[in-house]
């Protein structure tokens, strides 16, 4: 089958000028990860349980009451819209004196203004600035405008543990650090923590994670309270023979948290972290292929690195938000002289091709470019194949002005998509353009299970 739509891909080059990227055709495998499953290696004991453990060290740091940022480094947001403004939602410029506005707002004359143990209490987004409002570069150009918001940052999860540096003017909205990522936030979405629930978490043992992503959270009453997202870690309190005891904080009136217990269907939940395989992350990640792009995690989707963070954090490797900062990161047990990760960039087409293959763990490594980041899955019938969430690969509409032909979701394609199809920069597929691989643990941390 396989071999097929590679053929496919060789013969089927457009005969004509494309004007529209959109009608550039470009196929695309089976979307099925089964296919790429040869083996059932799983992680040892040890392994699992040093993920966990860095994983928990990381996800609690924010209680450390340690801020990662001066003033200098908030301020950034600001000098990067009054160089340049930017274009709004509706299209049209920003004017300086909108810029001004955010400015008062955040009052960062102030910072840091607190210094509050917190949670986050409704699913949502942390932005670079304390506005809704999205900022474009260029409307027109391909990149620099939708869905690429220069103001959204991330998304970030119920139960997230957060520290309150800084509030804005208004109170309406709060600066706020997690151990993965740093935003702007609502302050209607995360609710201060006192002492004896800051030591009651640090303390829990045990969480959850959810195996069907927007697995809806009930009440007692089967009444809607949030939806449980793969990447989401739940406290695991008790069980039944066919329901999971947790809770999730919500924020009263006065903005303090609270906890609220719920029972979770022990089918479409699993202990954390779970069981490392090829299969068991092709099983996970199965439910969210042609899931759509979600540039910072808007709508609910999720980006390149999002989705990553998300599928791996559930088997605990902690990864950073960014797909930069996750090509070089550094576990807590890597030394300087035990490196995972691999400098690509000296070497051509055919020499990335070769290491890739030497040395690359399917389903275990990542692999990056400037501005995105994939995971390689493995080969089949001499191709290499990998799993990403992808806007859209580079075209040329002219011999000056680039486009791209969407994709917009998470999606199986080779390492080499668009090769030989007319309309797609040849000098900028994938392959070109990936500068680095990083294993996520050594082939001995494998138990040696087939």
Same mark, same amino acid.
């Given at each position: 089958?396989?071999?097929?739509?590679?053929?496919?891909?060789?013969?089927?080059?457009?005969?004509?000028?494309?004007?529209?990227?959109?009608?550039?055709?470009?196929?695309?495998?089976?979307?099925?990860?089964?296919?790429?499953?040869?083996?059932?290696?799983?992680?040892?004991?040890?392994?699992?349980?040093?993920?966990?453990? @860095?994983?928990?060290?990381?996800?609690?740091?924010?209680?450390?009451? /340690?801020?990662?940022?001066?003033?200098? @480094?908030?301020?950034?947001?600001?000098?990067?819209?009054?160089?340049?403004?930017? !274009?709004?939602?509706?299209?049209l410029p920003y004017q300086k004196e909108e810029i001004e506005e955010l400015e008062f +707002?955040?009052?960062?004359?102030?910072?840091?203004? *607190?210094?509050?143990? #917190? %949670? %986050?209490?409704?699913?949502?987004?942390? =932005?670079?600035?304390?506005?809704?409002?999205?900022q474009f570069s260029n409307p027109n150009q391909a990149g620099k405008g939708f869905p690429?918001?220069?103001?959204?940052?991330?998304?970030?999860?119920? $139960?997230?543990?957060?520290?309150?540096?800084?509030?804005?003017?208004?109170?309406?909205?709060?600066?706020?650090?997690?151990? !993965?990522?740093?935003?702007?936030?609502?302050?209607?979405?995360? &609710?201060?923590?006192?002492?004896?629930?800051?030591?009651?978490?640090?303390?829990?043992?045990?969480?959850?994670?959810?195996? /069907?992503?927007?697995?809806?959270?009930?009440?007692?009453?089967?009444?809607?309270?949030?939806? #449980? =997202?793969? &990447?989401?870690?739940?406290?695991?309190?008790?069980?039944?023979?066919?329901?999971?005891?947790?809770?999730?904080?919500?924020?009263?009136?006065?903005?303090?948290?609270?906890?609220?217990?719920? *029972?979770?269907?022990?089918? *479409?939940?699993?202990?954390?972290?779970?069981?490392?395989?090829?299969?068991?992350?092709?099983?996970?990640?199965?439910?969210?292929?042609?899931?759509?792009?979600?540039?910072? $995690?808007?709508?609910?989707? =999720?980006?390149?690195?999002?989705?990553?963070?998300?599928?791996?954090?559930?088997?605990?490797?902690?990864?950073?938000?960014n797909s930069q900062a996750q090509m070089r990161q550094k576990s807590i047990q890597e030394?300087?002289?035990?490196?995972?990760?691999?400098?690509?960039?000296?070497?051509?087409?055919?020499?990335?091709?070769?290491?890739?293959?030497?040395?690359?763990?399917? !389903?275990?490594?990542?692999?990056?470019?400037?501005?995105?980041?994939?995971?390689?899955?493995?080969?089949?019938?001499?191709?290499?194949?990998?799993?990403?969430?992808?806007?859209?690969?580079?075209?040329?509409?002219?011999?000056?002005? +680039?486009?791209?032909?969407?994709?917009?979701?998470?999606?199986?394609?080779?390492?080499?998509? $668009?090769?030989?199809?007319? &309309?797609?920069?040849?000098?900028?597929?994938?392959?070109?353009? %990936?500068?680095?691989? =990083?294993?996520? !643990?050594?082939?001995?941390?494998?138990?040696?299970?087939?």
């Amino acid at each position: 089958m396989l071999a097929l739509f590679v053929a496919a891909i060789l013969s089927g080059c457009a005969t004509k000028a494309i004007k529209n990227p959109q009608d550039i055709v470009v196929p695309l495998p089976p979307q099925d990860l089964s296919l790429f499953v040869k083996e059932s290696h799983s992680l040892d004991n040890t392994k699992k349980l040093a993920l966990k453990k @860095e994983y928990l060290t990381y996800f609690f740091s924010p209680f450390d009451k /340690k801020p990662k940022h001066n003033v200098k @480094e908030l301020q950034w947001g600001l000098r990067e819209a009054y160089q340049d403004l930017g !274009f709004g939602e509706n299209l049209l410029p920003y004017q300086k004196e909108e810029i001004e506005e955010l400015e008062f +707002e955040a009052n960062l004359e102030a910072y840091p203004s *607190a210094k509050k143990p #917190a %949670i %986050i209490t409704r699913n949502s987004n942390l =932005r670079v600035l304390p506005t809704s409002k999205p900022q474009f570069s260029n409307p027109n150009q391909a990149g620099k405008g939708f869905p690429f918001d220069n103001w959204q940052n991330s998304a970030i999860y119920v $139960g997230t543990p957060v520290l309150i540096t800084h509030y804005s003017r208004s109170g309406k909205w709060a600066f706020v650090e997690s151990g !993965f990522v740093s935003g702007w936030i609502l302050a209607l979405d995360v &609710g201060i923590l006192n002492d004896n629930q800051v030591q009651s978490l640090r303390q829990m043992q045990d969480f959850l994670v959810v195996r /069907k992503d927007l697995t809806p959270i009930k009440n007692s009453h089967q009444e809607y309270l949030e939806s #449980a =997202r793969i &990447g989401m870690l739940l406290p695991l309190l008790g069980s039944t023979t066919t329901q999971y005891e947790s809770q999730i904080f919500l924020r009263n009136s006065r903005g303090y948290a609270y906890t609220l217990k719920v *029972a979770l269907n022990q089918n *479409a939940f699993d202990k954390f972290p779970m069981n490392f395989s090829a299969q068991a992350v092709a099983s996970l990640a199965q439910g969210i292929v042609g899931e759509k792009y979600g540039w910072g $995690g808007m709508f609910g989707n =999720r980006d390149c690195s999002m989705f990553l963070r998300d599928i791996l954090g559930n088997f605990g490797f902690y990864l950073l938000r960014n797909s930069q900062a996750q090509m070089r990161q550094k576990s807590i047990q890597e030394s300087q002289d035990s490196t995972l990760y691999f400098d690509l960039s000296h070497l051509n087409v055919e020499q990335k091709k070769n290491f890739i293959q030497q040395q690359a763990v399917p !389903f275990a490594t990542l692999l990056g470019m400037k501005g995105h980041i994939m995971l390689y899955i493995g080969e089949l019938d001499g191709q290499i194949y990998i799993l990403h969430d992808i806007w859209g690969l580079r075209t040329l509409q002219n011999e000056t002005q +680039e486009g791209r032909k969407i994709l917009g979701k998470v999606v199986i394609t080779s390492i080499e998509i $668009g090769k030989h199809i007319q &309309g797609i920069h040849q000098d900028k597929l994938l392959i070109d353009r %990936i500068y680095g691989m =990083r294993n996520l !643990f050594l082939e001995s941390e494998f138990d040696g299970t087939k």
